[in-house]
């Protein structure tokens, strides 16, 4: 394990604010059907999250400097949604309703999640 | 020493586990080996961390030189539970309790052979050897006599060494490989050293008492104590009763779908068993604390939380036949363990947060006052100005004192070299930044014109205890920096954190479900 | 000649980020409104700012995409005073903190629009920002109701 108790939870309020933030930007503001207009931004915060890489891939390069919240219950149920996200991705692309419905529940999922951790770090101190 | 290629994370680490457990030299390279992309290799790889940081805790005080030279030695039962030493360590740890606790030879006699089992590197080696047969083992002759066999295993090869370099010399310009000290071979130095490393803990046993009580009381535990709550909240607290949780509200209403239930008697019922799991968080916390708590019988909270998890267990069956019955039983355990695990949250935020007060620099000051050299120091003025109250930084306590000794002993022994008057001046500023954050200062000013730098105390060793200010700065993105000041003071030392703030505030209302 | 009828214009929100998710939120779901501007910097922030002006500000509050010459705050100097002298510490520092540096040079240049981050930050952070510069609010997320609330009634200073 790389790093240090302070950079963890460095590690993790990094996620929140890059990852869990910005993959819930669409989401959170729509309920039930995606608008069309909206459908190429929801694809975007969660395959190309605010730089440009997918969300899951984030996670995935952020995870050894997490430390011990790498395994952390939030990250893992925040990495399993973003892993359904990306096997929906063809569909989702495709503009099928039904996968970006649940595109739109997964990224409510994964900031939530990450929101949590986040929370969970700053309450507990070092792991 | 590394796993062969049929060889599982898992057989791996069993394998490292039980090297451990025996106190096998080789067992640190072992738990080093497990694949560190696997979880036990990551598991691996946080204990390690967190005993090593333990370890070299205890050199760093060893030699920093305290009262009572023993209480740096207390936190070696924790670290010695929660995972084997780095080799390269033995040699350090052996000289540092040669130095300075030359009452008890014994100890860093049974650490030099350590050192010495663990294949070194010559030249250490023969340090090694030579600063082990100097010390005084009447009291103990087992060690005295391991000691006096791996001297004997290693002239013999220093015999041999000798007479085959001369052959080799006269043979030709030819590299000859040194055979390893036949140490490693020396079955009766291991074993006794082994042995004798039992002995090592503490012989004083106080009487247990509570977890929140034993971390009041020793501050040195704190950084074990924070990694296993943090173990028992997040993979028992967390991940198993706390992800019922939502189910289990469902259940209570009389609304949980049959995938529902099926969720949260997986999580309460599914995998380990509770109780199974609980035990052996328990025994993690006793290896690691060792006689300081005394979990079972004089912590109430952890009594109450093992009395909820033992009903939660009993529950099992009458969920089934009577689920009437049990759920509201299920729902008030649960509601115990969620009270349990607020109030480990709020222990290990406790922990990792150190108030910065008067009564803090005061303990630090009268700590380093009370030894030897800094004792002969006669100061004409030593003003303490800590005024700021809620002060607190993200530190370990045991770290934040370590470095303020270090300022403040280099500060008294610097003037102590200087004509008087002598001065020194202990004070804590808090800045606000264009950021909004806020930056506390704590600055240790003397009145000693010995030039000193910050880059002098970066790449300084850890002689006079600055290089290892350095290191443990890094681990808490603080900053040090050396100025000149006023007002009859020479220069200021100042150790910088960012303020430690409370977390944001509640939940947010259209926070998912 | 009649006066031609000037129609109330919708407040203008300016929006400063290193990137474009916040205007594009904005647009769509603030855009009835609000008429959306965008800056990357404190110098494009600046200068939109006296032409054509706005009514309010929505602020990122880290901006690690953006070039080292467009940031707020002097790498050495934040280098020497905060970390020990660690040039690699400074930079992220000022990347991580740079929307508060943003509003401070805005203020500073006399602007006191209000300002809204998106951002979770301890109530003392966000005390601590109000008393350095005046109206700042912050919302944890995206959340278009409860930003529309933060952004409700400001208006630019009458001149």
């Known amino acids: 394990m790389t790093g240090t108790p302070t950079s963890h939870r460095e590690a993790v309020a990094r996620l929140a604010h890059d990852v869990g933030k910005y993959v819930g930007r669409i989401a959170r503001n729509v309920d039930g059907e995606v608008p069309p207009a909206l459908a190429p931004l929801l694809l975007k915060d969660v395959y190309e999250t605010h730089d440009g890489r997918p969300a899951l891939a984030r996670l995935a390069a952020l995870a050894p400097a997490l430390g011990p919240y790498a395994e952390h219950p939030c990250l893992l149920a925040a990495r399993d949604a973003l892993q359904r996200a990306a096997r929906l991705e063809p569909a989702a692309r495709a503009l099928d309703p039904a996968a970006l419905r649940a595109l739109l529940d997964l990224a409510r999922e994964v900031e939530s999640q990450l929101r949590a951790l986040a929370r969970a770090v700053h309450d507990e101190g070092a792991p | 020493m590394s796993p062969t290629r049929t060889e599982s994370p898992r057989e791996a680490w069993a394998r490292a586990e039980a090297l451990w457990r025996e106190r096998d030299v080789r067992a640190y390279a072992a738990w080093r080996a497990v694949d560190p992309a696997s979880p036990e290799g990551r598991e691996a790889e946080r204990r390690l961390d ?184 997040h993979e028992l607290l967390k991940h198993r009763i706390g992800a019922a949780s939502d189910a289990l509200a469902a259940l209570v209403r009389g609304r949980a779908t049959a995938p529902q239930r099926a969720f949260l008697e997986g999580r309460l019922f599914g995998g380990e068993p509770l109780l199974a799991a609980w035990e052996g968080h328990l025994r993690a916390f006793e290896r690691a604390l060792g006689p300081r708590v005394d979990l079972r019988r004089r912590d109430r909270a952890f009594r109450e939380a093992a009395r909820a998890i033992a009903e939660i267990a009993r529950l099992e069956p009458l969920l089934a036949r009577d689920p009437s019955a049990a759920i509201p039983r299920l729902a008030q355990a649960h509601a115990r363990l969620r009270a349990f695990d607020d109030r480990l949250a709020a222990l290990a935020a406790r922990l990792v947060r150190t108030r910065v007060d008067e009564a803090l620099v005061r303990e630090v000051v009268d700590a380093v006052q009370s030894e030897y050299s800094a004792s002969l120091v006669a100061l004409d003025e030593l003003r303490i100005d800590v005024t700021e109250p809620d002060l607190e930084v993200e530190v370990f306590r045991v770290d934040l004192v370590l470095i303020l000794k270090n300022l403040v002993r280099n ?45 002098a105390i970066r790449e300084r060793r850890a002689d006079r205890g600055l290089g290892l200010v350095s290191a443990a700065l890094a681990r808490y993105d603080g900053a040090l920096s050396v100025e000149p000041a006023g007002d009859g003071y020479a220069k200021a030392v100042t150790l910088r954190f960012f303020r430690a703030l409370e977390r944001p505030d509640a939940p947010h209302a259209a926070e998912a479900t | 000649m009649t006066t031609p009828l000037t129609y109330p214009a919708r407040p203008v929100l300016l929006v400063i980020e290193d990137g474009t998710e916040y205007a594009e939120f904005a647009q769509l779901f603030l855009g009835d409104a609000f008429d959306i501007r965008a800056a990357r910097s404190a110098r494009d922030a600046l200068a939109l700012l006296a032409d054509p002006g706005a009514d309010a500000l929505l602020v990122d509050l880290r901006f690690d995409r953006a070039p080292r010459e467009d940031l707020v705050g002097d790498v050495d100097d934040t280098a020497s005073r905060l970390f020990g002298g660690d040039r690699a510490r400074a930079l992220r520092h000022l990347q991580d903190q740079q929307g508060a540096l943003v509003l401070g040079a805005l203020r500073a240049a006399g602007h006191t629009q209000r300002a809204v981050f998106v951002h979770d930050f301890p109530p003392r952070r966000l005390a601590n920002l109000r008393a350095l510069y005046g109206e700042v609010h912050a919302v944890p997320s995206f959340d278009a109701s409860a930003l529309r609330a933060a952004l409700a009634g400001a208006r630019r200073p009458a001149r």
């Open chain 2, 50 to 233: 967190a005993a090593d940081a333990i370890y070299r805790s205890v050199i760093a005080r060893l030699r920093a030189g305290e009262p009572d030279a023993s209480a740096p030695l207390a936190a070696l039962p924790g670290a010695l539970a929660l995972a084997p030493i780095d080799p390269r360590l033995y040699l350090p740890l052996a000289r540092a309790l040669r130095d300075h606790q030359p009452s008890d030879p014994v100890r860093a006699a049974r650490y030099y052979l350590r050192f010495l089992a663990s294949g070194p590197d010559e030249d250490e080696a023969r340090a090694a050897v030579r600063e082990v047969r100097a010390l005084p083992l009447d009291t103990s002759p087992e060690t005295a006599a391991s000691v006096a066999a791996t001297v004997r295993a290693f002239d013999a090869t220093e015999r041999r060494d000798t007479a085959r370099e001369a052959t080799a010399r006269a043979a030709g310009p030819t590299v000859t490989a040194l055979p390893a000290p036949a140490l490693l071979a020396s079955g009766v130095a291991v074993g006794l050293a082994l042995a004798a490393l039992g002995g090592l803990l503490v012989a004083r046993r106080p009487r247990g008492t509570s977890l929140e009580r034993a971390s009041d009381e020793a501050p040195e535990l704190h950084p074990a104590i924070t990694y296993l709550v943090g173990g028992l909240r």
């Open chain 2, 411 to 455: 500060a008294i022994l610097a003037v102590g070299r200087e004509p008087a008057p002598r001065r020194l001046a202990i004070g804590v500023s808090v800045d606000l930044e264009a950021t909004g954050e806020e930056l506390v200062r704590i600055h240790v000013r003397d009145s000693s014109p010995e030039t000193l730098t910050a880059d």
